[in-house]
């Protein structure tokens, strides 16, 4: 069994929370509702998967700034907006703000569970994503500061000869430095190592 799914859905319409609420049960998922941008905001949430369906043009907090608030409050769901006509403008700012998909109301049912389900699927792929960063980030946390200082130079296309005098070090050194911090980073080859210091952004700070 995976981790449990929420679907959470902003709008001050009550018949739009309601409808959505029993769409989205009916194909199984767990629905949270909320009437308005600020009762989610000041909600409890667990870090579990699902993503967020937000009316734009809400009475208070827009759904814009909603999810310009995701930024700063770190919650990295996803975002599906529904938009009122008339609201394509501030719907086409929400799409260049990161949002999934964007829905016309009224909307299909299936358009609606399509929209889901690529959010979930984004939501997915941020989440192994942020998993394989992090245990990168704990090998990287167990290198000796020589150790990362190779790992830099290396990663930037230079031989051990030319690391070795940059260091001031021998080559040999440098060899060894090199094949331990592989070990700990579990990298195969240079490449595999550099594609991992790409990821955890070494060398640009």
Same mark, same amino acid.
Request: proline share 3%.
């Given at each position: ?12 319409? /009550? ?49 814009? /700034?909603?999810?310009? #608030? $995701?930024?700063?409050? #770190? ?9 009122? $006509? ?15 998909? $964007?829905?016309?109301?009224? $909307? ?38 020589? *150790? ?16 070795? #005098? ?34 955890? *952004?070494?060398?640009?700070?």
């Amino acid at each position: 069994m995976g981790e449990p799914i929420t679907i959470h859905v902003v709008d001050d319409d /009550e018949l739009v929370l309601d409808s959505l609420t029993d769409l989205l049960r009916s194909v199984g998922y767990a629905v949270r509702a909320y009437e308005s941008a600020t009762v989610f905001l000041s909600s409890p949430r667990n870090d579990e998967p699902g993503c967020v369906i937000v009316d734009v043009r809400m009475p208070g907090l827009s759904g814009l /700034e909603l999810q310009g #608030a $995701f930024g700063r409050l #770190a919650i990295a769901l996803p975002v599906i907006v529904m938009t009122g $006509f008339g609201d394509i403008r501030m719907s086409v700012q929400a799409m260049k703000a990161g949002a999934i998909d $964007f829905l016309e109301k009224p $909307f299909r049912d299936q358009d609606m569970l399509d929209a889901v389900a690529s959010a979930l699927q984004a939501d997915r792929a941020n989440r192994v994503g942020g998993a394989r960063l992090q245990a990168l980030r704990a090998c990287y946390d167990k290198l000796t500061q020589r *150790e990362r200082e190779v790992m830099r130079l290396v990663c930037t296309g230079q031989l051990n000869k030319q690391a070795a #005098a940059t260091l001031g070090l021998s080559e040999v050194t440098v060899k060894v430095h090199r094949g331990s911090l592989m070990r700990k980073m579990g990298a195969k080859s240079i490449a595999e190592l550099s594609r991992m210091a790409t990821l955890l *952004e070494i060398g640009r700070e």
